[in-house]
């Protein structure tokens, strides 16, 4: 926990010099839009990996939902087993 709390701070404190001084094109941001220019797959592998993570399958009984046709639907079953969508 030590550890991500240090990197977000380092982060953070690099953004900050970089926002205060006059070099341009030096923030975090700045950068990773000129990775993702020169290298567009990077961005698309990073989508996948988000969506993989963050609307993850669940299986409840013998029924594979995925979250993301909940969120878009907003039709929810509940009562179906302790890995339901709640």
Request: some cysteine; glycine content about 10%; hydrophobic content about 45%.
């Amino acid at each position: 926990m030590l550890a991500w709390v240090l990197a977000i701070l380092g982060l953070l404190s690099y953004e900050g010099y970089t926002l205060l001084n006059a070099i341009p094109g030096d923030t975090l941001s700045e950068a990773v839009w000129a990775v993702s220019m020169d290298y567009p797959l990077l961005p698309f592998l990073a989508g996948i990996l988000c969506g993989h993570f963050f609307w993850q399958r669940r299986q409840s009984g013998t029924k594979i939902e995925a979250d993301v046709v909940v969120l878009a639907t907003g039709n929810q079953q509940s009562g179906e087993g302790e890995n339901s969508v709640r």
